[in-house]
């Protein structure tokens, strides 16, 4: 079954002899309302203080990774030669990079919570120098593709928390380092989403699976197991067994030792065996996947 997938990840700007964060807000011209159009047919952006870029909207895998590569190696060239971009889910920036204006707006546009069906509100953490890059994952609905739960309110709904109890409980035990906890202060809580004329926009995961190809393609693998078990019935008796508030707390506190015990219990009945097989692979791996090497940045 064919859906469309997309993805707007943010990546911070290093100086390469320093290791300082930089503001992207001097370096790309892109904005909002009027985006740098990329070769590939992606657009690139400076969101706060970080560049981002979205990859135009393919409906199979390797085209998905394909895209990705092209829009890494093409907001490169947007980078000047003596700063790196690399996938942090969050970073502190001394206060000159932060004196801007642009670089102390958050949250311009609303998301939702797919658990409570509420608006969520604008992040407002305590730390003046922290800031966050996210992975959101955009999934979109094919003619006869069998997932018209995706152009509806509560299929939409439904879409995003079992998205959560597989991307989401997943990633909480591939996405345990430091800088991700950080980023939960201010953003990647449970059932972040928002709804799009095409499906869904899910925004709980940071970058860090933007790091290889091999975790691109296990979250698109992840996305395929679950719009099938949409498809199949079986989602609402997934979300009871293991439990609503249970997802939810795993996302929010990072509970690794608890996602451990859903997938092994919950999820691994369900997956498919190349999803099964890429969370073993990206396990194993995940501390050694360096952004540039893998992408073949120079």
């Known amino acids: 079954m064919k859906h469309t997938r997309g993805t707007d ?5 290093v100086d390469k002899n320093t290791g300082k964060m930089i503001s992207a807000i001097p370096y790309i011209e892109g904005v909002k309302d009027e985006p740098v159009p990329l070769p590939s047919g992606g657009t690139a952006i400076r969101d706060n203080v970080a560049v981002e ?10 085209d998905f990774v394909d895209s990705i590569q092209k829009c890494i190696h093409e907001v490169r060239k947007l980078v000047p030669k003596k700063f790196d971009i690399q996938a942090l889910p969050s970073a502190h920036f001394d206060a000159d990079q932060l004196d801007n204006f642009e670089a102390q707006q958050f949250g311009c546009d609303p998301d939702y919570n797919a658990w409570l069906l509420k608006m969520n509100k604008p992040p407002c953490g ?3 120098t922290l800031r966050t890059c996210g992975g959101h994952i955009h999934v979109g609905h094919v003619e006869g593709d069998g997932n018209d739960f995706l152009v509806t309110p509560y299929g939409r709904v439904d879409t995003i928390k079992m998205m959560d109890a597989v991307h989401g409980v997943i990633s909480a035990i591939l996405d345990s380092s430091p800088e991700a906890l950080r980023r939960k202060e201010l953003y990647g809580k449970a059932g972040c989403h928002r709804p799009t004329y095409y499906g869904v ?7 860090y699976w933007l790091k290889s190809p091999r975790l691109v393609r296990l979250m698109d693998s992840l996305t395929c197991d679950v719009l099938r078990v949409i498809r199949d019935g079986k989602n609402e008796e997934l979300i009871a067994d293991i439990g609503e508030s249970r997802i939810q707390n795993i996302i929010n506190t990072n509970d690794i030792e608890d996602a451990r015990k859903v997938l092994e219990t919950n999820l ?6 190349r999803s099964l097989e890429l969370i073993e692979e990206c396990e194993k791996n995940i501390s050694s996947y360096d952004f540039n090497k893998e992408w073949g940045v120079m």
């Open 268 to 273: 691994k009945p369900l997956l498919s065996k």
């Open 126 to 128: 305590t730390d003046f």
């Open 53 to 62: 870029f979205a990859t135009p909207p393919v409906d199979n895998e390797d």
């Open 9 to 13: 990840p943010e990546f911070f700007m």
């Open 201 to 207: 926009e899910y925004r709980s995961l940071s970058n």
